[in-house]
Nanobody, 125 residues
C-alpha cells in the first residue's frame, strides 16, 4: 500500500520560513490528490492546503499568501512552503493522499485515504 513520509519540521522564530516535504511510495504518485493538514494540541485536525495538479490548488484562508503547496511527480514528492510563520501555526503537520484525483478538492480528513506520521512545527514569539 501507499506510504507517506514527512520531513522538514522544526523549531523556528516568528517570521521565519520552513519547507515541508512528503515522499510517497507504493503507488503511482501522479494519480493522487495530495493534501496537508495540521493539528494543534487539544484541537481537531485542520485542513491547510491540497493540490491535484499544478493549477488546481486550494489553501485555507488563514495561511493564504504565506503558504504555498506544490508537487514534483518525478520525485513522488509534495511540498508545503511556509513563509512568515506565526506562533498560531504551531502544530503537527500531516501529509495526506486521496486516490480520487478527479473529484473536487476536499477539506475533510475523512476523504483522504493515506496519511503520513506527521512532522512537528513549533513557532516561537
Amino acid at each position: 500500500q501507499v506510504q507517506l513520509v514527512e520531513s522538514g519540521g522544526g523549531l523556528v522564530q516568528a517570521g521565519d520560513s520552513l519547507r515541508l516535504s512528503c515522499v510517497a511510495s507504493g503507488r503511482p504518485f501522479s494519480t493522487f490528490a495530495m493534501g496537508w493538514f495540521r493539528q494543534a494540541p487539544g484541537k481537531e485536525r485542520e485542513f491547510v492546503a491540497a493540490i491535484r495538479w499544478g493549477d488546481n490548488i486550494n489553501i485555507v484562508d488563514s495561511v493564504k499568501g504565506r503558504f504555498t503547496i506544490s508537487r514534483d511527480n518525478a520525485k513522488n514528492t509534495v511540498y508545503l512552503q511556509m513563509n512568515s510563520l506565526k506562533p498560531e501555526d504551531t502544530a503537527v503537520y500531516y501529509c495526506a493522499a486521496r486516490r480520487t484525483l478527479y473529484s473536487p478538492i476536499s477539506v475533510y480528513p475523512i476523504n483522504y485515504d493515506y496519511w503520513g506520521q506527521g512532522t512537528q512545527v513549533t513557532v516561537s514569539s
